[in-house]
């Protein structure tokens, strides 16, 4: 079995302006080809609602015609640390060569869950930022600050079980792990309260010997896959296609595509707007209202899922793209 490396938390005090970045870094290794290939971070959607799961991919694409390795742990080959709080990663001693032959990709998945980790830390808008040196790419979510998470604590000999049964119930915490055979440690889940505060407010406690919290982070699965996420799979313009099939009754579909606009092939976000209007320009349905990150996109409008006071009679109506400085309008057609 390969030895794994852990830290004593408890010994770390690290302090980090307070800004939202979420920072993956990786250790690569170039033949010939210095400095080329793809990173791309991305999550399972940008708008997040309170205590939801945050799935993280980087994908590395090697997108030249030669090989390219990455050398690294087996376990840590990529790693996370979420701005100003310190994650515990656990990496195996071994030092290994990731091999990427032209064209093959690789993806890590990490899921952030703020029940656990006691994330994000604040509200609104929350940045990642994934690093391959020398490469770097970067993604936005919304997300609400989340009020919980789990904490790690020491316990001294010299106060007793009652005292931290009552220090527990102020808090509404549960014990979910503890030292094996000794009084040493103990790790508390803990529910409406912001776990940085938590510390803060205890460090200075004198019935523990350390309060901290507990960010244990792994990524959950790896593959590679020949599916070259590179720019050429992705527009380079924005478009709106005719819908079809038009005329329609009741239901037809829309396809558009967002591009990737810098030069890095960094994640660029825009917030699309896709609506339906009547001549007199009142707006009928709106399809699409959010953040989209560059691709292929399809959407389906049908007719009958109309409020009664916007149905639609027979005739030509109109759809309009919006992202960023881009409109493109077209007309459809709606028969009975």
Request: hydrophobic content about 35%; glycine content about 4%.
């Amino acid at each position: 079995m390969k030895p794994i490396l852990r830290l004593r938390r408890y010994y770390l005090a690290i302090k980090i302006k307070a800004i939202q970045v979420l920072y993956i870094f990786c250790l690569l290794a170039f033949g010939t080809d210095y400095g080329q290939g793809i990173l791309k971070v991305t999550t399972d959607k940008l708008v997040y609602s309170y205590g939801d799961m945050i799935e993280v991919k980087v994908w590395f694409t090697n997108n030249t015609d030669k090989p390219i390795s990455i050398y690294g742990s087996s376990n840590c080959i990529a790693r996370i640390n979420f701005n100003d709080v310190q994650m515990v990663t656990y990496c195996t001693a071994d030092y290994r060569e990731f091999y990427f032959a032209p064209g093959k990709s690789k993806v890590w998945i990490w899921y952030l869950d703020p029940k656990v980790l006691g994330i994000p830390t604040v509200d609104g808008k929350q940045k990642i930022v994934g690093y391959c040196y020398p490469f770097k790419d970067s993604v936005y979510i919304t997300a609400q600050k989340y009020c919980g998470g789990i904490v790690f604590v020491g316990l001294k000999d010299s106060v007793s079980d009652e005292e931290y049964n009552k220090l527990r119930d102020s808090l509404n915490a549960s014990v979910i792990a503890r030292s094996y055979n000794t009084r040493e440690y103990e790790e508390w889940s803990i529910s409406n309260k912001s776990i940085d505060s938590l510390v803060a407010k205890y460090k200075a406690d004198p019935r523990l010997r350390w309060i901290q919290a507990k960010r244990d982070l792994y990524f959950a699965k790896q593959f590679e896959t020949d599916i070259d996420y590179t720019k050429e799979a992705i527009p380079n313009i924005y478009s709106l296609s005719q819908n079809y099939p038009n005329p329609f009754n009741p239901e037809t579909t829309i396809e558009y595509t967002i591009p990737v606009e810098d030069a890095n092939f960094a994640s660029s976000t825009n917030h699309v707007t896709l609506k339906v209007y009547d001549v007199l320009g009142r707006e009928i349905a709106t399809l699409v209202d959010e953040y989209k990150q560059p691709g292929n996109y399809k959407v389906t409008f049908n007719a009958r899922h109309l409020e009664r006071s916007r149905e639609m009679n027979s005739g030509v109506y109109f759809y309009q793209l919006r992202a960023g400085s881009f409109i493109e309008t077209k007309k459809l057609c709606f028969i009975k």
